[in-house]
């Protein structure tokens, strides 16, 4: 079976996410904010992008509420 990797951006809020797009194209997915729910959807071979901050750190204290 073959992955398609995929582009997550994580805490974008405004422009920041316009200037993202620009230089990394549109995402397969938006997380508010770094939480387990986010973690649980990355692939290894996928690639994230932090409005702030990296994948090592402490998750959010509640989960974002993510619209499906």
Request: zero cysteines; proline letters at 9%.
């Amino acid at each position: 079976m073959t992955v398609k990797p995929a582009l997550h951006f994580v805490g974008f809020r405004g422009d920041e996410f316009l200037s993202a797009v620009r230089i990394w194209g549109m995402p397969d997915f938006i997380h508010p904010g770094w939480d387990r729910w986010a973690q649980q959807e990355i692939h290894p071979t996928d690639t994230v992008i932090f409005a702030s901050g990296t994948e090592t750190d402490p998750f959010a204290r509640f989960n974002y509420p993510h619209r499906s």
